[in-house]
């Protein structure tokens, strides 16, 4: 079993729609949770992180981690042609002293159609 | 946020023969790191490179494959050596910086055919 599994894909929706991603997890060790974009042939590009559980919002995204089920969410409202992208979960516990070591998953590769 | 650029940004290379890839950013930084993308895999760490140290290569990964250079804070290459179709992939290097947490940023990768 993987440590952290996402949904491949791929996802398309409607412009205006809201997206949810989606990546569970099995190491309770985790404690910070990314989301990165990554448009197609370039480097994935850090969206957000959250700490531990709870809710954290940035403009049109929120990132969800609930550890007690080990699962985490990135909703995307108002989606735009523009979000067009993979995108990864990654995750890592937490050392205090840098060399974080991150987890990623497959990633979920999302189109949204004007 | 960093600014990292890698070169080549693509190559496509025979079996048998070694390829180096380099790293640059735009301002020190201490760790940096080296990952492979495979299509339809997650991305995997090959090995974390420090300034004045030896590199640490994760599980799978060994050095007389992918010998690694760290000559100075802003700069690492990644050798991948003799090559085999199977080492057809993305290589990305990051870095990581402490804003707030450890934040690793990416740079574009460098896209790799082996024939």
């Known amino acids: 079993q993987k440590e952290v599994e996402q949904d491949p894909g791929p996802l398309s929706v409607p412009e205006g729609a809201i997206v949810s991603l989606n990546c569970t997890y099995s190491?309770?060790?985790?404690?910070?949770f990314m989301w990165y974009r990554q448009y197609s042939r370039k480097g994935p590009e850090l969206l957000m992180y959250?700490?531990?559980?709870g809710n954290k919002e940035d403009g049109r995204f929120t990132a969800q981690v609930d550890k007690s089920s080990k699962y985490i969410s990135l909703f995307i409202r108002d989606s735009q042609p523009s979000d067009s992208a993979t995108y990864l979960c990654?995750?890592?516990?937490?050392?205090?002293?840098?060399?974080?070591?991150?987890?990623f998953g497959t990633g979920t590769r999302l189109t949204i159609i004007p | 946020s960093a600014v990292i650029s890698q070169k080549p940004s693509r190559d496509i290379c025979q079996r048998g023969t070694s390829l180096t890839i380099q790293c640059q950013v735009d301002?020190?930084?201490?760790?940096m790191f080296w990952y492979r993308q495979q299509p339809g895999q997650s991305l995997t760490l090959i090995a974390t490179?420090?300034?004045?140290?030896?590199?640490?290569?994760e599980s799978g990964f060994v050095i007389d494959k992918f010998p690694i250079s760290r000559p100075n804070l802003t700069f690492s290459t990644l050798t991948v050596s003799n090559m085999s179709p199977e080492d057809s992939s993305i290589y990305l290097c990051?870095?990581?910086?402490?804003?707030?947490?450890?934040?690793?940023?990416f740079g574009p990768g460098t896209r790799l055919t082996v024939t």
């Open positions: 990654a995750m890592s516990g937490y050392s205090g002293f840098g060399n974080e070591k991150l987890t």
């Open positions: 990051s870095v990581e910086r402490q804003e707030g947490y450890y934040e690793q940023y």
């Open positions: 301002s020190q930084v201490t760790m």
């Open positions: 959250t700490y531990s559980s």
């Open positions: 190491n309770s060790a985790f404690q910070y």
């Open positions: 490179a420090n300034q004045g140290s030896e590199a640490t290569y």
